[in-house]
T-cell receptor, first 111, second 116 residues
Framework: QQQVKQSPQSLIVQKGGIPIINCAYE??????FPWYQQFPGKGPALLIA?????SEKKEGRFTISFNKSAKQFSLHIMDSQPGDSATYFC??????????FGGGTRVLVKP | DADVTQTPRNRITKTGKRIMLECSQT?????MYWYRQDPGLGLRLIYY???????NKGEISDGYSVSRQAQAKFSLSLESAIPNQTALYFC???????????????FGPGTRLTVL
């Protein structure tokens, strides 16, 4: 049973589109919600992280929206580019800096 | 990624064999982690270590063991490999910062393990 549920599993958009990835969690003890980006043959790398007392955070073209009452959060990629094609993982942090990951979303941005 | 290295990068083995995956880091971090990645399941925590003398089981530790030989080295062993341990394995490290701060986990490049 996954504690962090991520959807969709895959996404195809045209260049300039806005892929949106959604995650939901149950455990209210989670205290940080990072997103990781993974390119083929590489390890995941941190993209952006948010605390549950913040409703939105932007870093460049990446925006996290957080809804604490609904226990949901999402990643938006503005003006997406072919170079953004990757697998994206949401995660939630518990005590001891332990991460629980969602199942991942493979994003393909077509030129 | 060069700060966290994993060896081997690829390994094919047979059922019942003992396998060791190694991880080294030059980031000076105290905390190290082992994850496995399976399609649709994301990454799941196998073991984690806060320092050389502090090793803890993660979500899916059965069938695995670890050794923290030094601050910079953390090895994962499969005592008797089985086919459902075929997966991508990642090592990660993190610093120990204060409360209220996200301690980013830095991942190695991964080891692709196939158990026949």
């Amino acid at each position: 049973q996954q504690q962090v549920k991520q959807s969709p599993q895959s996404l195809i958009v045209q260049k300039g589109g806005i892929p949106i990835i959604n995650c939901a969690y149950e455990n209210t003890a989670f205290d940080y919600f990072p997103w990781y980006q993974q390119f083929p043959g590489k390890g995941p790398a941190l993209l952006i992280a948010i605390r549950p007392d913040v409703s939105e955070k932007k870093e460049g073209r990446f925006t996290i929206s957080f809804n604490k009452s609904a226990k949901q959060f999402s990643l938006h990629i503005m003006d997406s580019q072919p170079g953004d094609s990757a697998t994206y993982f949401c995660a939630a942090r518990a005590a001891g800096n332990k991460l629980t990951f969602g199942g991942g979303t493979r994003v393909l941005v077509k030129p | 990624d060069a700060d966290v290295t994993q060896t081997p990068r690829n390994r094919i083995t047979k059922t019942g064999k003992r396998i060791m995956l190694e991880c080294s880091q030059t980031k000076g971090h105290d905390r190290m982690y082992w994850y496995r990645q399976d399609p649709g399941l994301g990454l799941r925590l196998i073991y984690y270590s806060f320092d050389v003398k502090d090793i803890n089981k993660g979500e899916i530790s059965d069938g695995y063991s670890v050794s923290r030989q030094a601050q910079a080295k953390f090895s994962l062993s499969l005592e008797s490999a089985i086919p459902n341990q075929t997966a991508l394995y990642f090592c990660a490290t993190s610093d120990t910062l204060g409360q209220g701060v996200y301690n980013e986990q830095f991942f190695g490049p991964g080891t692709r393990l196939t158990v026949l």
